[in-house]
C-alpha cells in the first residue's frame, strides 16, 4: 500500500492508533495501558478491577508531577478511552455478567509495540534474523517444487550434512552456540512470542467485525431469506477459509496437541536454565508464555462459538417474529369472516386467476396423420374424346399447423397477447387462404384465444400468382397461459 498524502491524511483523523500517539494524554494511557495488560499477558479485566489499578496509577503520578495533574477521576478516563472517538479500549459485557470488562483493541497494540521499537536494544540480532529469513525462502523455494528429482537430491545434500554433523560429534567436536547467538536467539524468540499474543486480539476483532456486518445486513434485508442465509454463511465460510483463519486452524490444532505442550515446557525450562541469558530471564512471565497463547486462543474460540450462536438466536427472532406477524393476519381474515358471516357481500368480490393447473400429458398428443385422400371417379372412358384437367391432382395444399402454431408462440414469448394481424404482418401467408384458414381453426381450438366479432381486420396476401389477396374477417386475438385480459383498441 502506498503511503500517499490522502491516506496518511485519513489515518491520522480517523485511525485509534495515530490518535494515541498525538493526543496529550497519550503518555498516560500507553504507560498504564501497557502496565495494566501487556506486562501481565492479561487478556481483559473487569472495570472494577481496572479502576482500582489506575487510581492507584494516578495516585503514584501524583505524588511526581503534583496533585493539579490528572485531575479526572479513574473511571471518568477509562470511559473517555473506550468511547469511538477514542478506540483505545473495548467495554463488553461477557455472558452471564452484568459486571462490564475492558480489553485493549488492535489499533492499541499497534501504538504500543511501535512504541517499543523506539527503545534502543542492548544489540541488533542480525545473524539471527538473516538465518530465519534465509529458512523461510528455502521452504518457499522447496515447498513449491514438483520435480522429484529436484526433490531427492535436496534431500540427500541435507542427509549428507547430517551424516557430517554425527560424524563430528562423535569426533568430539560439538559446536556449540556462544552467549552473543544465545541472547540474539532468545531475544528474537520473546519478541515474536509476544506478538504472537496481540495477534489473537486482531483475529477476534475480525471475527466481532464480521458479526456486525451479518446483523446490519439481517436487519435491512427485503428478498428471500434463502439467499440471505445463504450470504450469511457463505461470508463465515470466507472467514474460515481464509489465509489468516486457516493459520489460525493450523496454530490451534497445533497447539492443543499433548506432545506439542510437552514440547514447548521442556524446551521453555531448559532454556531458562542457561546462565548464558542473564537478565533475560528475569522475565518470568515468558517461562510460561505457551499457557497465555492457550488462554488467548480459548477466548478467540468462545468469541466465534458465542457470536455464531447469538446469530442463530437474533435469526431464530427474526422468523418468530415473521410467525407472529403471519397468525395476526390470518387471525384478522378469521375476524373478518365472522363479521360478514351473517350477510355475505352480493356479487363477484373475489376473484383469483391462474389457480387451476395447467396439465399437459406428452402421451395424450395425437400422432401425425395427413388428409384423407381425394376419391377418383374410376368410369371414365379411356376413348372419350374429353380433355381432363388432372393438375389439380398435383395442387394439394399441405399446410403444417405446428409451423403455425410455432408463429403464434413465437410472438407470445414477446408480449401476453398477440392479434392474427400482427402474426399475418411478421410471417406472411405462404399457402394463402388454406394458411389463413387453418389460423381460423388453431384460434377455434384453444381456450387461450379470443374471436372478437365486434371489430373487424382486414388481412393481405400475395398468391402464387402475383394477385393481391384481401380477407375481411372477426378480429383474432392470441393469449398467452394466465392472460385473462383482452385490451381492444
Given at each position: 500500500?502506498?503511503?500517499?498524502?490522502?491516506?496518511?491524511?485519513?489515518?491520522?483523523?480517523?485511525?485509534?492508533?495515530?490518535?494515541?500517539?498525538?493526543?496529550?494524554?497519550?503518555?498516560?494511557?500507553?504507560?498504564?495501558?501497557?502496565?495494566?495488560?501487556?506486562?501481565?499477558?492479561?487478556?481483559?479485566?473487569?472495570?472494577a478491577e481496572l479502576v482500582s489499578r489506575l487510581e492507584d496509577y494516578l495516585y503514584a503520578l501524583r505524588q511526581i508531577e503534583g496533585e493539579d495533574a490528572f485531575p479526572r477521576t479513574a473511571e471518568n478516563y477509562l470511559t473517555d478511552w473506550a468511547h469511538n472517538d477514542r478506540g483505545w479500549l473495548r467495554k463488553f459485557?461477557?455472558?452471564?455478567?452484568?459486571?462490564?470488562?475492558?480489553?485493549?483493541?488492535?489499533?492499541?497494540?499497534?501504538?504500543?509495540?511501535?512504541?517499543?521499537?523506539?527503545?534502543?536494544?542492548?544489540?541488533?540480532?542480525?545473524?539471527?534474523?538473516l538465518f530465519t529469513a534465509l529458512t523461510l525462502l528455502r521452504e518457499i523455494a522447496h515447498g513449491v517444487e514438483e520435480d522429484?528429482?529436484?526433490?531427492?537430491?535436496?534431500?540427500?545434500?541435507?542427509?549428507?550434512?547430517?551424516?557430517?554433523?554425527?560424524?563430528?560429534?562423535?569426533?568430539?567436536?560439538?559446536?556449540?552456540?556462544?552467549?552473543r547467538s544465545l541472547r540474539e536467539h532468545f531475544s528474537n524468540f520473546s519478541r515474536t512470542a509476544r506478538e504472537l499474543l496481540s495477534d489473537f486480539r486482531a483475529v477476534e476483532h475480525n471475527f466481532r467485525e464480521l458479526d456486525q456486518n451479518v446483523r446490519e445486513k439481517i436487519a435491512g434485508w427485503s428478498?428471500?431469506?434463502?439467499?440471505?442465509?445463504?450470504?450469511?454463511?457463505?461470508?463465515q465460510d470466507v472467514i474460515s477459509e481464509s489465509d489468516e483463519g486457516r493459520s489460525f486452524r493450523a496454530f490451534w490444532d497445533?497447539?492443543?496437541?499433548?506432545?506439542?505442550?510437552?514440547?514447548?515446557?521442556?524446551?521453555?525450562?531448559?532454556?531458562?536454565?542457561l546462565e548464558a541469558l542473564g537478565e533475560l530471564r528475569h522475565d518470568k512471565r515468558l517461562k510460561r508464555i505457551h499457557h497465555d497463547w492457550m488462554?488467548?486462543?480459548?477466548?478467540?474460540?468462545?468469541?466465534?462459538?458465542?457470536?455464531?450462536?447469538?446469530?442463530r438466536r437474533f435469526l431464530d427472532e427474526q422468523a418468530f417474529f415473521e410467525?407472529?406477524?403471519?397468525?395476526?393476519?390470518?387471525?384478522?381474515?378469521?375476524?373478518?369472516?365472522?363479521?360478514?358471516?351473517?350477510?355475505?357481500?352480493?356479487?363477484?368480490?373475489?376473484?383469483?386467476?391462474?389457480?387451476?393447473?395447467?396439465?399437459?400429458?406428452?402421451?395424450?398428443?395425437?400422432?401425425?396423420?395427413?388428409?384423407?385422400?381425394?376419391?377418383?371417379?374410376?368410369?371414365?372412358?379411356?376413348?372419350?374424346?374429353?380433355?381432363?384437367?388432372?393438375?389439380?391432382?398435383?395442387?394439394?395444399v399441405m399446410v403444417d399447423r405446428a409451423r403455425l402454431w410455432g408463429n403464434i408462440t413465437q410472438e407470445l414469448s414477446r408480449a401476453d397477447q398477440v392479434s392474427l394481424d400482427l402474426v399475418v404482418e411478421r410471417y406472411p401467408l405462404q399457402e394463402g387462404l388454406a394458411e389463413l384458414v387453418t389460423y381460423l381453426a388453431l384460434a377455434t381450438e384453444s381456450e387461450y384465444s379470443v374471436i372478437d366479432e365486434q371489430h373487424r381486420s382486414l388481412l393481405l396476401w400475395t398468391d402464387s400468382g402475383?394477385?393481391?389477396?384481401?380477407?375481411?374477417?372477426?378480429?383474432?386475438?392470441?393469449?398467452?397461459?394466465?392472460?385473462?385480459d383482452v385490451v381492444h383498441e
Open positions: 500500500m502506498s503511503l500517499d498524502f490522502q491516506t496518511l491524511q485519513s489515518l491520522r483523523k480517523n485511525h485509534p492508533a495515530w490518535r494515541l500517539m498525538t493526543a496529550d494524554s497519550g503518555p498516560l494511557v500507553a504507560a498504564f495501558l501497557d502496565f495494566a495488560f501487556r506486562k501481565s499477558n492479561t487478556r481483559y479485566l473487569a472495570q459485557y461477557p455472558p452471564n455478567s452484568d459486571d462490564a470488562h475492558f480489553d485493549l483493541t488492535p489499533a492499541t497494540e499497534k501504538a504500543l509495540q511501535w512504541i517499543d521499537g523506539l527503545f534502543e536494544r542492548s544489540f541488533v540480532g542480525t545473524q539471527s534474523r522429484p528429482a529436484a526433490r531427492i537430491s535436496r534431500l540427500e545434500e541435507e542427509q549428507s550434512r547430517i551424516a557430517r554433523e554425527i560424524e563430528d560429534i562423535r569426533a568430539g567436536n560439538i559446536p556449540t552456540l556462544d552467549e428478498d428471500e431469506k434463502s439467499t440471505l442465509l445463504h450470504e450469511v454463511f457463505g461470508e497445533f497447539l492443543m496437541s499433548p506432545e506439542s505442550q510437552d514440547e514447548l515446557s521442556e524446551l521453555l525450562d531448559r532454556v531458562y536454565e488462554t488467548a486462543g480459548e477466548q478467540t474460540q468462545r468469541t466465534v462459538a458465542r457470536l455464531s450462536q447469538q446469530l410467525n407472529k406477524r403471519i397468525m395476526q393476519i390470518l387471525d384478522q381474515i378469521g375476524q373478518h369472516g365472522l363479521v360478514i358471516r351473517a350477510g355475505p357481500p352480493k356479487g363477484e368480490f373475489a376473484r383469483i386467476d391462474g389457480v387451476r393447473a395447467d396439465i399437459a400429458l406428452p402421451l395424450e398428443r395425437p400422432l401425425f396423420s395427413s388428409d384423407q385422400e381425394g376419391v377418383l371417379n374410376e368410369g371414365v372412358d379411356d376413348d372419350s374424346p374429353l380433355e381432363i384437367d388432372i393438375s389439380a391432382l398435383y395442387n394439394q402475383g394477385i393481391t389477396r384481401r380477407a375481411r374477417l372477426p378480429r383474432v386475438i392470441f393469449q398467452r397461459r394466465g392472460a385473462t
